[in-house]
């Protein structure tokens, strides 16, 4: 065999040898992820019976159960609940990131551990530290009762305000880090140039600095905002059976009255509204990239 074919052998060798390591994990997320997703789909038109589920009649009826004023209900209080999160993460993330990003290397660090170090710790040990500091008994209401502010205890959990301080807290970290790392690579002579130009503070964050880091925003916000809407064990615990979300019903359809083919139709659904919101974010952010590209650039 002359040189120039075993070359030719080692190349098409080496074109095959990330495949070969690929091929396990594929075939894992082929049977951990992809066949059950396509099972549920299958088994969400499927009618639920006393014997199980009626593979052999096709219907419609799981999703028009749906639309039922207590599905539905429970569908826009997780809707509604993930998108408050995740607005009221980007307000308080976007000044934390920018106040990290002014500090020295050490002081960075040492802030970025301070924001990490929650998601360290199980996440039913924080919702039940929640519940100690948010009960009627608790913490924060026995605090204001002490200094004369309130003269009863106000309800912050077991409703929709107990969720949404557990998951802001809880996934706090998954917008400020893509955003921290947005700004830290942002090219401090732009901000420059533009304040160079005439351009006032607010102008200078309206139209450079947001605009080149929305893709990142956008990032951390895709990311805690499916995170809210699967959500499971903080809203359990800090909203109750009185605050219902898709997560906890879903768990009430599937394990107690065990009805998968409802479960089924409701984790479809979920996963066509988070897709479609995903989609309108990836839009957004990219249309605020072509708002800062110059002229005659490449996309």
């Known amino acids: 065999m002359s040189g120039t074919d075993a070359t030719i052998q080692?190349?098409?060798a080496a074109r095959w040898l990330p495949a070969v390591f690929v091929l396990p994990l594929g075939i894992v997320l082929a049977l951990g992820f992809l066949w059950p997703l396509f099972d549920g789909t299958v088994n969400s038109f499927h009618p639920f019976t006393r014997a199980g589920i009626d593979r052999s009649t096709w219907t419609l009826e799981n999703y028009a159960k749906l639309a039922d004023s207590f599905y539905a209900g429970i569908l826009w209080r997780t809707i509604r609940v993930s998108l408050i999160v995740t607005l009221l993460t980007a307000a308080l993330a976007y000044p934390v990131a920018l106040y990290i990003v002014g500090l020295s290397p050490r002081g960075q660090a040492?802030?970025?551990?301070i924001y990490m170090t929650p998601w360290l710790v199980n996440v039913v040990v924080k919702a039940f530290g929640w519940s100690l500091l948010l009960s009627a008994n608790g913490v924060i209401n026995q605090s204001l009762k002490a200094l004369g502010i309130i003269e009863t205890s106000m309800r912050l959990m077991l409703n929709e305000t107990g969720i949404v301080i557990g998951l802001t807290h809880g996934h706090f970290i998954f917008v400020l880090l893509p955003l921290w790392a947005a700004l830290s690579g942002l090219d401090p002579n732009l901000r420059w140039a533009a304040a160079n130009l005439g351009a006032r503070g607010w102008d200078i964050f309206r139209r450079v600095t947001l605009p080149l880091t929305l893709p990142a925003l956008m990032a951390g916000l895709i990311i805690n905002f499916t995170m809210n809407m699967?959500?499971?064990?903080?809203p359990a615990l800090l909203g109750g059976a009185r605050a219902r979300v898709v997560s906890f019903l879903a768990y009430e359809v599937n394990l107690v009255e065990l009805n998968w083919p409802l479960g089924?139709?409701?984790?479809?659904?979920?996963?066509?509204?988070?897709?479609?919101?995903i989609w309108l974010?990836?839009?957004t952010a990219s249309f605020g990239s072509r708002r800062v590209r110059?002229?005659?650039a490449s996309p």
């Not at 040492?110 to 551990?113: K, P």
């Not at 089924?264 to 919101?277: F, N, Q, T």
Request: aromatic residues 10%; charged residues 5%.
């Open 281 to 283: 974010s990836l839009r």
């Open 294 to 296: 110059p002229e005659g």
């Open 10 to 12: 080692g190349q098409g």
């Open 264 to 277: 089924s139709a409701m984790a479809v659904a979920m996963l066509a509204i988070s897709l479609l919101l």
């Open 110 to 113: 040492f802030y970025l551990l």
């Open 230 to 234: 699967t959500a499971f064990a903080t």
